[in-house]
């Protein structure tokens, strides 16, 4: 072809229809490898039901976080206890993290200068 921004107007014509038709579908914050880890993450969902049905007068949050490389959740029970004891668990529902309680926990002392990426799963909160 003697013209290639010929060639190069006519790939681009074929490929614009592509722009609007083969985007990904948009889905919740991943985690874990999966695109929705309230419904997918078997033990995650089981807490979140535990949690609708106890957390009508105290409140209670599922926060992802990515910490230290890794997807984890930050599970507060009892958001308007003032001594509520805060764990974070990791994809394999094991507690990496514990934070208040009575006796003030702080297991991860660099979880909040660490921590990125916070993102509101799950939240039954009364102000």
């Not at 007068?57 to 890794?70: D, K, T, V, W």
């Not at 984890?72 to 668990?89: A, R, S, T």
């Not at 991860?108 to 200068?113: G, L, Q």
């Amino acid at each position: 072809m003697r013209y290639p921004f010929v060639k190069i107007l006519l790939v681009c014509i074929l490929l614009l229809p592509c722009q609007f038709s083969c985007k990904e579908k948009e889905h919740g914050p991943g985690a874990c490898g999966t695109d929705d880890p309230l419904e997918n993450i078997q033990w995650l969902k089981e807490l979140k039901t535990s949690l609708e049905l106890s957390a009508k007068m105290a409140g209670a949050q599922i926060i992802l976080y990515r910490y230290h490389g890794e997807d984890v959740f930050w599970i507060n029970d009892c958001y308007n206890c003032m001594d509520g004891l805060i764990q974070v668990y990791n994809c394999s529902g094991e507690v990496i993290c514990q934070f208040g309680g009575i006796i003030g926990m702080n297991t991860c002392p660099d979880f909040f200068e660490e921590a990125t990426d916070s993102t509101m799963l799950w939240d039954y909160v009364q102000h």
